[in-house]
């Protein structure tokens, strides 16, 4: 595989970018990394900043290059980086980093005082399906007792990264980078319902879910949760968006509100940076 078609399908799933040279590897090679999107300082701070914590630790991988748009967050990291002595060039245009001939607080104290707790976790992934949950790297029915517990038996992903990229096989990565790709739509897909949406009385909603028993337990949570955190509903209402359907293969809306909700799956591109829709 090419240097560049691995690097069109690692942009796809997220962040960071190899920078290796285009040549083959041997076992004692540096690979490069630039960063793009670093996010907040904040707290635990954004994915980009523990994904660079996270690839300092591999052997053999240096961060080369950061890229944000937010001058704050951009020169915050690359301080860090100057403080370690480390040599990095920052980027506010990620466009730039491409072209280029290379390629906090204390968190968990605050999210006890803020957090509620869903299935027994308060700060973490939570996937509930109908006969039971996953948590905590275990599964569970409905009752809460453990029917399995997993075990990490294969290296991180971002070292399966690095590997994939040092050997140039990129089937041997953990997921597709479709995969990234399919899992950033959906989020798009509930921020564009959010964006068409409109204020709307908690009754209101209720009757909107209907029959829905998974989405009216779930919207029950999230009452109580705010509630809990003095937030006041009638003062400020949620937003109810529309349901929207996608089509999968032209990755485009259809039916009621398409039009409108079509209209927020990209932008307009200011010359020259543009990114072109080559699935239109």
């Not at 080369?64 to 040599?87: G, K, W």
């Not at 976790?121 to 006969?131: L, P, Q, S, Y």
């Not at 989020?187 to 709307?200: D, P, Q, Y």
Request: aromatic share 8%; proline share 4%; charged share 30%.
């Amino acid at each position: 595989m090419k240097r560049r078609q691995f690097l069109k399908g690692a942009l796809a799933t997220g962040t960071t970018l190899s920078l290796t040279p285009r040549r083959a590897f041997s076992a004692n090679d540096e690979t490069r990394l630039g960063v793009i999107g670093i996010g907040s300082f904040v707290k635990i701070g954004g994915k980009g900043r523990g994904d660079i914590r996270d690839f300092r630790r591999i052997p053999g991988v240096r961060v080369v290059a950061l890229c944000d748009c937010d001058t704050d967050h951009l020169n915050y990291e690359v301080n860090l980086f100057q403080r370690r002595n480390e040599p990095v060039k920052p980027y506010k245009d990620f466009r730039r980093l491409l072209d280029a001939d290379y390629r906090s607080g204390n968190w968990q104290k605050n999210a006890n005082q803020t957090m509620d707790r869903f299935r027994g976790v308060r700060t973490g992934t939570v996937v509930a399906c109908e006969g039971g949950y996953l948590a905590d790297g275990a599964a569970y029915d409905n009752e809460g007792t453990q029917i399995r517990k997993f075990t990490r038996s294969r290296v991180s992903t971002k070292q399966n990264f690095i590997d994939a990229v040092r050997s140039r096989d990129a089937g041997s990565l953990h997921a597709d980078a479709l995969e990234g790709h399919l899992s950033c739509g959906l989020v798009h897909m509930a921020n564009i319902s959010h964006r068409l949406g409109r204020e709307t009385p908690n009754e209101e909603i209720r009757d909107a879910i209907g029959a829905e028993h998974e989405l009216r337990e779930s919207f029950g949570r999230l009452e109580r949760h705010l509630t809990e955190n003095r937030i006041n509903l009638r003062e400020e209402p949620l937003m109810l968006g529309p349901m929207l359907t996608m089509d999968p293969k032209k990755e485009r809306f259809v039916g009621p509100f398409s039009g409108k909700a079509n209209q927020l799956v990209s932008r307009q591109y200011r010359e020259p940076f543009v990114v072109r829709d080559y699935a239109a």
